[in-house]
C-alpha cells in the first residue's frame, strides 16, 4: 500500500481546518450555536448580532459568555394582562407630543393595561415611540418594587469605590387590578432613592413624581443629611451621572425618560443577541410571599453576575460572566432629546419584539460619538400563586445585572447587585400608602 506523502498530509490537514473554518462561518448568518462559546477565538460568530462596541469585547478576549436557548413560548402574562393587550388592538393613538390617547375620544386614557399597541407596523412613523410606550408598560406590570442593591463603580483593574441605595418605585399605571392605587393627581410614578453606605453619603435621598401630563415636567426634590433640609432641584439633569456615576436618571431600569421630551423613530428589526439570566431560561426563580403582601425573588448567594465577583475571572471587572447571551428578535429606536441641553444627543434602544424587554440601551454625544452603553438582563415569567390562591405572573430571575459602560473612559458602573446583607430586598408587587411618597416626609430617610 502506498504511504502518502508529507505534502499530501499537510493538504488534506489544512483541507479539513478550511472546511471546519467555513463550517464556522456557515454559522454566522443565524448566530452561534446553542451550547457555543462566544469568546477571542470565535467572535466572528456574533459578528452583527451585538452592538460593535460589545462585540469588540469579545474579540480582545475581555468577555467571554455561552449561547443558551430562550425557550419559545415561555415568557408569559397573566390571562387578565393578555386579555387587555387584544382588546387594545386598533384601541389607542400617540399624539404629535407622544403620548397615548384614545382613538375615539382623541384623549389621554385615564388608565391603560395590557400593551397599548399589540401591532406595531414598521411602516408606521409612531412605530418607535409606541414600541418605547410599549416597554414601559410591560415593565410597569411587575408592579410596584424596592430593592435593597449595590452601586458599583468599576475600573479596568478592579472596583474604585460603592454606594448601598435602597430604591421604591410606585407606578400608578399599568398595574393588574389587585394593585392598583387612586391617582387624584394624575401621576404615572413615584420614586425614591436613598443611599445607605457609605457612612459620607447615607441618607442621601431623591425623591421623584412624574405625571401623565405631556407638558408638565416632573416633580424632583433632594435630601442632603448634612444641610437637614429637604430641597426642590430641577428635573432637567436627568441625564447626569448619578452620585457622579455613569448612569443616569434617566437609566433607570432600562430607559426612563419622559417619552414625550424625545422625538423618536424605528431604526430597524433584526435579530440580535442579548444577555440573559441563564437559570431562569431553565424555568428556575424562587419567589416568597411578604407578611405585608407582595414578592421578595430570592437569589442563590454564591452566583457571580459581574467580573470582579469572581476572583478567578481574568477579563474586564465589569463583564457579564454569570449572564448568557440568547438571539431574540429586537426592534431598534432611536430618540434625539427635544432639549438642547440634555447630555446626550442620541439614544439608541434595543428592545425585545415579543417581551419588550430593553437590551441596549446606547448614548450619543451631540457630534455622534458613542459615549455609554447600558447593559440590561433579559428573564423569564413565571406563575406563583398568593396566598388568596391567585396566580402572579412575574420575572423569575436568579441574579442582577444593569451595566453602564463609559465607553471614552474605558470605565463602568454596575448596579442591580443585591446588597451582602441577609434576604436583601429584591421586591415586586408592593402596595405603599401615598404618604410614603411625600416630599415633607424625605428626612425620615436621614442618619
Known amino acids: 500500500m502506498e504511504i502518502p506523502s508529507r505534502a499530501f498530509l499537510a493538504t488534506v490537514i489544512a483541507l479539513a481546518a478550511f472546511l471546519a473554518s467555513a463550517d464556522s462561518r456557515a454559522d454566522a448568518p443565524g448566530g452561534p450555536a446553542v451550547g457555543s ?7 466572528q460568530a456574533a459578528d452583527g448580532l451585538l452592538p460593535p462596541e460589545v462585540l469588540e469585547h469579545y474579540k480582545k478576549g475581555e468577555y467571554r459568555n455561552r449561547v443558551v436557548d430562550w425557550p419559545k413560548g415561555a415568557y408569559r402574562f397573566e390571562k387578565a394582562y393578555e386579555d387587555a393587550t387584544a382588546a387594545n388592538r386598533d384601541k389607542y393613538d400617540v399624539n404629535e407630543a407622544g403620548t397615548i390617547i ?11 393595561y395590557g400593551f397599548p399597541f399589540p401591532d406595531v407596523d414598521p411602516k408606521d412613523p ?25 452601586l458599583v463603580w468599576v475600573n479596568p483593574t478592579g472596583i474604585d469605590r ?14 393588574a387590578e389587585a394593585y392598583r392605587a387612586p391617582n387624584p393627581q394624575n401621576l404615572l410614578m413615584q420614586f425614591i432613592a436613598t443611599t445607605t453606605s457609605p457612612s459620607d453619603l ?35 439633569n436627568r441625564s447626569d451621572g448619578f452620585l457622579g456615576s455613569d448612569m443616569s436618571s434617566d437609566d433607570g431600569p432600562f430607559f426612563d425618560g419622559k417619552p414625550e421630551d424625545f422625538e423618536w423613530k424605528l431604526l430597524e428589526a433584526k435579530d440580535q443577541l442579548r444577555y440573559v439570566d441563564p437559570l431562569s431560561m431553565e424555568g428556575k426563580g424562587e419567589q416568597k410571599w411578604l407578611p ?42 432611536e430618540a434625539v432629546p427635544k432639549d438642547k441641553y440634555y447630555l446626550y444627543g442620541k439614544i439608541q434602544l434595543y428592545v425585545d419584539k415579543e417581551t419588550y424587554q430593553g437590551a441596549f440601551n446606547r448614548k450619543f ?51 442591580g447587585l443585591q446588597s451582602e446583607g441577609k434576604d436583601p430586598a429584591s421586591d415586586r408587587r408592593l402596595t405603599f400608602e401615598p404618604s410614603f411618597f411625600d416630599f415633607n416626609s424625605l428626612q425620615r430617610f436621614g442618619k
Open 37 to 43: 462559546t462566544i469568546d477571542k477565538d470565535n467572535w
Open 102 to 112: 384614545d382613538k375615539s375620544t382623541g384623549k389621554q386614557p385615564p388608565y391603560v
Open 126 to 150: 409612531k412605530a418607535g415611540t409606541k414600541i418605547l410606550w410599549n416597554s414601559y408598560y410591560g415593565y410597569w406590570y411587575q408592579g410596584n418594587s424596592h430593592n435593597d442593591v449595590r
Open 162 to 175: 460603592e454606594a448601598g441605595q435602597e430604591v421604591y418605585f410606585l407606578y400608578y399605571d399599568g398595574q
Open 202 to 236: 447615607q441618607g442621601t435621598t431623591a425623591l421623584a413624581w412624574r405625571y401623565r401630563d405631556a407638558d408638565k415636567r416632573d416633580s424632583t426634590w433632594a435630601y442632603v443629611p448634612s444641610l437637614r433640609r429637604t430641597r426642590q432641584v430641577s428635573p432637567t
Open 292 to 333: 405585608n403582601g407582595g414578592w421578595r425573588a430570592i437569589w442563590p448567594r454564591d452566583l457571580a453576575s459581574v467580573g470582579f465577583q469572581d476572583p478567578a475571572w481574568k477579563g474586564l471587572p465589569w463583564a457579564p460572566v454569570g449572564p448568557q447571551l440568547a438571539k431574540r428578535p429586537m426592534w431598534i429606536i
Open 365 to 415: 454625544s451631540w457630534q455622534g460619538d458613542l459615549m455609554n452603553t447600558y447593559y440590561v438582563l433579559g428573564m423569564l415569567t413565571k406563575g406563583f400563586t398568593r396566598p388568596d390562591g391567585q396566580e402572579d405572573r412575574i420575572w423569575a430571575s436568579n441574579m442582577g445585572y444593569q451595566t453602564a459602560e463609559n465607553v471614552k473612559m474605558n470605565r463602568a458602573t454596575a448596579s
